[in-house]
């Protein structure tokens, strides 16, 4: 605790990148002490993009009016953060709705395999364990778990080889684990289990050999598009519906407790490649977008800093 707040009162600029905490789901108290800190010490305090809101809960509204007042700059991943933040505060003089941080990364250029472990299309399949609905109340885990396992059993019906993947995976430290949650859920099925870790290059380059991703990780489905990858995605948040909608693929995403085993079948074999795989343009113009707060933010900074000498 005495390293962080040295770190952040030594600190000119403070970015707090997310993921995703800034909603009513979690308690962010610990993270509205840690702006309050950075401002208190005289640092600015940056908001990457995220996903916000609604605000809704007396303990959600109430840490967000803290950070609200500390923040010199915020960005957003979708419109409907936007809207949160501006029906419960005034926007920062810099704001901005922007692409997610991770389509910045660059695939690296991979060399063709030297082994071919199987001649079957590769599925990759993104669980995680989950207990609430995206809208009311009504969710059972058991019946997600169910649907992506009935997801699995049709891909292998169907001759796919099935891999369970992850971002959040292999890291001690970390309390969650995503692959002991795979290991669970497809017990018993011919579905290898990939546990280790992986930096987002590494994950690029797996999902490189994939035909078809099965997301419930957000990042996973970003991860996947940027690797040309067509993605049908559980929404565990608002942010991978909001995410689809503004790729044009909404009709590959459903709320985490409206997912069956029928709606995957459906989507796989609904599934056109061609029309479901970004193009270099689309690609290009995500990187562009999700690499602009940085531009925005020397600019700002610098015209305050020139204004006080």
């Known amino acids: 605790m005495g390293r962080t707040i040295r770190e952040i009162r030594d600190a000119d600029i403070v970015i707090s990148s997310g993921g995703t905490y800034l909603v009513d789901h979690y308690n962010f108290s610990g993270r509205a002490l840690e702006l309050e800190l950075a401002k208190a010490f005289g640092g600015k305090v940056v908001l990457w993009t995220q996903s916000m809101g609604p605000f809704q809960t007396t303990r959600s509204a109430r840490d967000f009016a803290k950070i609200a007042q500390v923040v010199d700059a915020v960005f957003f991943r979708d419109e409907k953060s936007r809207v949160s933040w501006s029906n419960a505060a005034p926007l920062p003089l810099v704001s901005a709705v922007v692409a997610d941080a991770a389509f910045a990364i660059t695939p690296t250029v991979s060399s063709a395999s030297a082994c071919i472990r199987d001649s079957r299309p590769t599925a990759i399949i993104s669980v995680r364990e989950w207990r ?6 009504a969710f059972s885990f058991d019946s997600y778990a169910q649907a992506m396992r009935e997801g699995a059993i049709y891909l292998l019906s169907k001759g796919w080889r099935c ?6 995976q292999g890291v001690e430290r970390y309390a969650i684990n995503d692959s002991k949650t795979a290991t ?3 017990d018993g099925l011919d579905v290898e289990i990939n546990s280790a870790h992986h930096t987002p290059s590494q994950l690029i380059r ?8 099965v997301s419930t990780r957000m990042h996973l489905a970003i991860l996947a598009t940027i690797a040309r990858v067509p993605v049908i995605a559980i929404a565990y948040e608002f942010k991978t519906t909001e995410l689809f909608a503004a790729l044009g693929r909404s009709a590959n995403v459903t709320n985490i407790e409206d997912v069956s085993g029928g709606w995957i079948q459906d989507r796989v074999d609904a599934l056109e490649i061609s029309s479901n795989v970004l193009s270099d343009d689309e690609i290009a113009e995500l990187s562009k977008s999700s690499s602009s707060p940085a531009i925005q933010l020397i600019r700002a900074f610098s015209l305050s800093a020139a204004l006080k000498s």
Request: glycine residues 4%; aromatic residues 4%; contains cysteine.
């Open 132 to 137: 609430t609905a995206v809208v009311g109340e």
């Open 184 to 186: 669970a859920i497809f």
């Open 163 to 168: 891999v369970a993947l992850s971002t959040c």
């Open 206 to 213: 797996e999902l490189e050999d994939a035909k078809l991703v």
